[in-house]
């Protein structure tokens, strides 16, 4: 499905002004944004393509802004989305969000996911950290 051509419009540029104050730091500024954008897009959101990213987006400025249990529920909401469950980078998020919240079992299993979809190279850039929970796991695979 497809929003309407104004609809879609509005809603990318609400997420750009987003992602220009994610870029210079302004996170409350920037989550104002994608909320404003998602309340744009109809009901039911997660039927949405424009929903994933606005999702992951809100997920992505919460994370930064050490509010993980608001980056938990965004990225779960972006993986019921379209193209969301087989995002490796939505899953990675997912499970170091999963992690700062203390839900490790849990985010072992979206951690594995990532890798499983993309290898190391998805943790290259990320803290140890994660990627050391879930070493042992894929040792031999």
């Known amino acids: 499905m497809e929003l309407d051509e104004n609809l879609y419009e509005q809603i990318v540029t609400l997420c ?18 994608y909320l404003t954008a998602l309340n744009l897009v109809p009901v039911p959101k997660h039927v ?32 019921n989305c379209p193209d969301g469950i087989s995002n490796p980078l939505i899953l990675l998020n997912l499970g170091e969000s999963l992690v700062e919240c203390g839900e490790i079992n849990r985010a072992k299993e979206y951690l594995l996911k990532a890798y499983m979809l993309e290898g ?9 950290k994660y990627y050391e929970l879930i070493k042992d796991s894929i040792k031999g695979v």
Not at 23 to 29: K, M, P, T
Request: net charge negative; hydrophobic share 35%.
């Open 120 to 128: 190391y190279e998805i943790f290259s850039e990320e803290d140890e």
């Open 16 to 33: 750009n002004e987003g992602d220009a104050h994610a870029e210079e730091g302004e996170l409350d500024q920037a989550i104002r944004k």
């Open 48 to 79: 949405w393509e424009a929903s994933t990213w606005i999702y992951t987006a809100l997920g992505d400025a919460y994370f930064i802004n050490e509010e993980y249990e608001f980056a938990k529920n965004n990225y779960f909401n972006a993986l």
